[in-house]
């Protein structure tokens, strides 16, 4: 079978597309086809040795996929021969055929498409996660996001929506803008793309949000974004740190003093392993709202499989607008 191969840290350009033995389903395990693979910005961390998972070489990176059964491993029930699912696997997405442990698999409804499929899991699960568990996000309130036209930001406006909170969606171009407003957003505006005086940024999410300030923000950018962001919380609100494709922040502490607020640390993939059961509560939750139409994957380019470091690249260049996937 083809895989698209890590053999050394790197950049794009550096993984290999190779013919590699076929995975056999061991005990508790589901030898699946995999027909499509979002990437996400782990992706590129994932590559280059700065991700805090840091599987053994060679890998195929690739987080969240979706496909079909192919065999059943030993004490798997409930699974069989040509089951349609989708599962969040940290890596190896990008290969023909994937191990999956048959308690991490979901299945996929057969009228949703294996690209939507396997665009849903990190970033919605990410999203509601983070705005219900970490954000306390409640009607009526303010919501802030950053980025807000990847695929972290327009989970958070779909689901921020959701959730009845108003919404203001921060992005770097018009034509995201445009994005965010399709995805629901009540409110946009563009922030430079590069270097940008720091009191002007700040005055921009001041003016956007309002004299009241964002109850909640949700910021998967970081870097010089983040502390002008953070000018602009209400009295005691919310402040979630997601990721950071634009650099690691440092914050004075003394803002967090005066506006009396919390910053909040957003890890999904340790929250489903720690509790597994308000994880599953919380996907179904993102199918009731995907059948009701508040929320679906935008997809805006697929790639074959040969050409996922493109898409890799692409956001780490930060041009993705929505999710991108691989098919296979």
């Not at 979901?106 to 996660?129: C, N």
């Not at 779909?158 to 629901?184: C, F, H, P, T, Y």
């Not at 919380?233 to 997601?242: D, P």
Request: hydrophobic share 50%; charged share 20%.
């Amino acid at each position: 079978m083809k895989a698209l191969l890590s053999h050394e840290p790197g950049a794009p350009e550096t993984l290999r597309l190779e013919d590699v033995a076929e995975p056999a389903a061991g005990p508790g395990e589901l030898l699946v086809r995999v027909r499509a693979c979002a990437m996400n910005f782990p992706d590129v961390l994932i590559i280059e040795d700065k991700y805090q998972l840091k599987p053994q070489r060679p890998f195929a990176p690739g987080g969240e996929i979706a496909g079909e059964v192919i065999a059943t491993g030993e004490g798997v029930s409930g699974w069989k021969p040509g089951d349609r699912l989708i599962a969040a696997l940290g890596f190896g997405g990008l290969a023909e055929q994937v191990l999956v442990p048959a308690n991490r698999a979901i299945p996929l409804p057969a009228e949703r498409s294996f690209e939507e499929g396997s665009a849903l899991l990190m970033t919605y699960a990410t999203v509601i996660h983070a705005l219900v568990d970490r954000g306390k996000l409640q009607a009526g309130q303010t919501l802030l996001v950053l980025g807000a036209a990847g695929g972290i930001g327009i989970a958070s406006i779909e689901i921020g929506k959701a959730l009845g909170a108003r919404v203001i969606a921060a992005v770097s171009s018009d034509v995201k803008a445009q994005a965010a407003r399709d995805a629901g957003a009540d409110a946009t505006l563009v922030y430079p793309a590069g270097d940008a005086d720091p009191r002007a940024l700040s005055q921009l999410f001041k003016d956007a949000v309002g004299l009241a300030g964002a109850d909640v923000i949700l910021d998967p950018v970081g870097g010089p974004y983040t502390e002008a962001a953070l000018r602009s919380i209400a009295w005691e609100g919310r402040f979630l740190v997601v990721g950071f494709p634009a650099g690691i922040a440092k914050l004075p502490l003394n803002l967090t003093l005066l506006k009396s607020c919390d910053v909040c640390g957003v890890f999904w993939g340790a929250f489903a392993a720690r509790d597994p059961k308000a994880n599953a509560a919380y996907v179904e939750q993102l199918f009731r709202w995907w059948g009701e139409g508040k929320i679906a994957p935008k997809i805006s380019a697929t790639y074959p499989l040969e050409r996922a470091g493109e898409a890799i690249e692409a956001l780490r260049d930060r041009k993705a607008v929505g999710k991108l996937v691989v098919t296979l």
